[in-house]
T-cell receptor
Framework: GAGVSQTPSNKVTEKGKYVELRCDPI?????LYWYRQSLGQGPEFLIY????????DSGLPNDRFFAVRPEGSVSTLKIQRTERGDSAVYLC???????????FGNGTRLTVT | DQQVKQNSPSLSVQEGRISILNCDYT??????FLWYKKYPAEGPTFLIS???IKDKNEDGRFTVFLNKSAKHLSLHIVPSQPGDSAVYFC????????????WGLGTSLAVNP
């Protein structure tokens, strides 16, 4: 498909475990974003990549969260020592430039038990 | 503190009538506003946007109005269709950091046949 692809669609993990969430952006899109959406809330910004570099990681809640985009395409959001409060839908979006409207994937629903 | 506010969590309208979704904001540095639509288990989909230098933007059945002095915008859908039933998010971009969107909590619209 031509859209943003996120895997897995659902992830259940135990408290304290490590998880990786993957995002395949639309081909050719240089800007990639991670957002987090908790129940009843709007999406909350986590990090923005322009190419391979994290241009703005001010939304990452703490140092347990880290994201990479080594070749400027696929991105992985990594969460160490997961906590129950990390449970949310993690949304990835891409855009052709940093300011054009975002195209979102369907998200990964993370549940920490 | 919620910089983008959607004070109506839900709205119900009859098919064929007008749907009006409202959004208020507090930050005068916001220079660009977007509306996204979200179906269950899917990511948000871009609908329409407006720059702060305009007061109206129209795209088919969707029109967004911006009142800068009141820091208020609204999305009009006319005529409403059952397929419009979804959660609508208002989002704003800060001129000083135009990579990050600030989102409202969303309004759930139900269009009844």
């Amino acid at each position: 498909g031509a859209g943003v692809s996120q895997t897995p669609s659902n992830k259940v993990t135990e408290k304290g475990k490590y998880v990786e969430l993957r995002c395949d952006p639309i081909s050719g899109h240089t800007a990639l974003y991670w957002y987090r959406q908790s129940l009843g809330q709007g999406p909350e910004f986590l990090i923005y990549f322009q190419g391979t570099g994290a241009a703005d990681d001010s939304g990452l809640p703490n140092d347990r969260f880290f994201a990479v985009r080594p070749e400027g395409s696929v991105s992985t959001l990594k969460i160490q020592r997961t906590e129950r409060g990390d449970s949310a839908v993690y949304l990835c979006a891409s855009s052709s430039t940093g300011i054009s409207p975002l195209h979102f994937g369907n998200g990964t629903r993370l549940t920490v038990t | 503190d919620q910089q983008v506010k959607q004070n109506s969590p839900s709205l119900s309208v009859q098919e064929g009538r007008i749907s009006i979704l409202n959004c208020d904001y507090t930050n005068s540095m916001f220079d660009y506003f977007l509306w996204y639509k979200k179906y269950p288990a899917e990511g948000p989909t871009f609908l329409i946007s407006i720059s702060s230098i305009k007061d109206k933007n129209e795209d088919g059945r969707f029109t967004v109005f911006l009142n800068k002095s009141a820091k208020h915008l609204s999305l009009h859908i006319v005529p409403s269709q059952p397929g419009d039933s979804a959660v609508y998010f208002c989002a704003a971009r800060n001129a000083g950091n135009n990579r990050k969107l600030i989102w409202g909590l969303g309004t759930s619209l139900a269009v009844n046949p």
